[in-house]
């Protein structure tokens, strides 16, 4: 499944692409949900590679990682996987093996997401999608997710209830948070290694500061309500205690997130998700689309907005989206979500400019409009 090459400049690993490699494109599977602009994943449009940590075998440790496309041709129908600011003698065989385990999952590498692409883009042609639809071209139908449904959960929530803007702040902020509360900060205790580490935390060679991974279930348990609040400098607001509970129920067992990832009756699943404190229609929507479900769309007053302005529903409000929704994204069941944000996102593209391409600098803007939200799923969040 993989390969490794090891040398004076670092270690690298080799993802085959197999049944995949003829719809991958790593560019769209990455630029697509807004989950990739988020902390700590990084785009580098000049590379076309997304930086970011990942964890070891032991889901303590986390090594930053570069995914690219190769340029020798051997590789051409794998990933490179570089791996930075750690010794090759430092990485066992389980390591590397959970390391691609989170690449495949970040990029929707398997047997099941290659076959949703192919189901997604025969529904396209029997549809008869218009040519100019970025939606039907290869390289489509991937949707950007994280190394962990435990992420994934807790950036469910962080989508809700506010400015786009405050959402890539509250990520950058738990990002910072895990990077103070982790094992590896706290327990370096050579002065020539920790000043070698601090150096390749604050700067990663082109001036941008290179945060810690996303905190774990395990890191976040460890605190209480008022230590999180304090370390995210408060901007969590009511967010912070149903990331904290949804933390504690992980490690607890209370919610078992691989059984979550084995149910197959999606109806069940909807129903497991909104018993989660904080999960309303909305962030339930979203985490079925981070397991491999797309039959319900994320709905709430962007999905309005695109509505009035992509597909002329004039009218459309809190009271007849659901209506407006199924009588539009119907026709692609069961990959209603999946046509909603390829969509949303091609509307977002005419108007910025492709994604792909922007500088993060740019990415807080990135919306149908800037206001505070007033979303409708507000008394489920409660």
């Avoid at 690993?13 to 902390?39: I, P, Q, T, W, Y």
């Avoid at 042609?125 to 139908?141: A, F, R, V």
């Avoid at 319900?296 to 962007?302: A, I």
Wanted: aromatic share 8%; with cysteine; charged share 30%.
């Amino acid at each position: 499944m993989c390969g490794g090459a090891r040398g004076g400049e670092g270690f690298s690993l080799f993802l085959r692409l197999g049944e995949s490699k003829s719809s991958f494109d790593l560019e769209k599977a990455v630029c697509n949900h807004g989950f990739f602009m988020m902390a700590p994943n990084r785009w580098i449009p000049s590379s076309k590679t997304l930086e970011r940590p990942v964890r070891l075998a032991d889901s303590t440790r986390s090594v930053r990682v570069s995914i690219l496309k190769p340029c020798i041709s051997v590789h051409k129908d794998s990933l490179l996987v570089r791996l930075h600011d750690i010794s090759p003698n430092d990485i066992s065989k389980r390591d590397e093996v959970a390391i691609l385990e989170q690449v495949r999952r970040m990029l929707r590498i398997s047997h099941k997401d290659e076959q949703d692409v192919k189901q997604y883009h025969q529904k396209l042609l029997h549809i008869h999608l218009s040519e100019d639809h970025d939606n039907d071209k290869p390289g489509s139908g991937r949707l950007f997710r994280s190394p962990t449904l435990f992420e994934d959960l807790v950036k469910c929530l962080l989508l809700c209830n506010c400015k786009w803007s405050n959402t890539l702040k509250m990520a950058r902020a738990l990002c910072e948070l895990q990077f103070e509360t982790s094992s590896n900060a706290s327990t370096r205790s050579n002065g020539r290694k920790r000043k070698r580490e601090e150096s390749n935390i604050a700067n990663n060679g082109d001036g941008k500061r290179i945060l810690g991974n996303f905190p774990s279930s395990e890191e976040l348990a460890r605190l209480d309500g008022n230590a999180l609040k304090k370390l995210t400098n408060n901007i969590l607001g009511y967010r912070a205690k149903h990331i904290l509970r949804l933390a504690k129920d992980v490690e607890s067992g209370r919610i078992r997130l691989d059984e979550f990832e084995a149910l197959e009756d999606k109806d069940h699943l909807l129903h497991k998700f909104m018993q989660i404190k904080g999960f309303g229609s909305f962030a339930s929507a979203n985490a079925l689309m981070c397991i491999g479900y797309y039959h319900k769309v994320p709905v709430d007053t962007e999905t309005m907005r695109h509505l009035q302005q992509v597909h002329g529903r004039n009218n459309c409000n809190k009271n007849t989206v659901m209506k407006d929704v199924k009588e539009i994204y119907d026709k692609y069941a069961p990959f209603q979500c999946l046509a909603y944000w390829l969509e949303l996102q091609d509307s977002y593209e005419r108007k910025f400019g492709k994604l792909s391409e922007l500088p993060d600098s740019a990415y807080h803007t990135i919306s149908g409009r800037l206001e505070a939200l007033d979303s409708i799923d507000l008394n489920m969040m409660r």
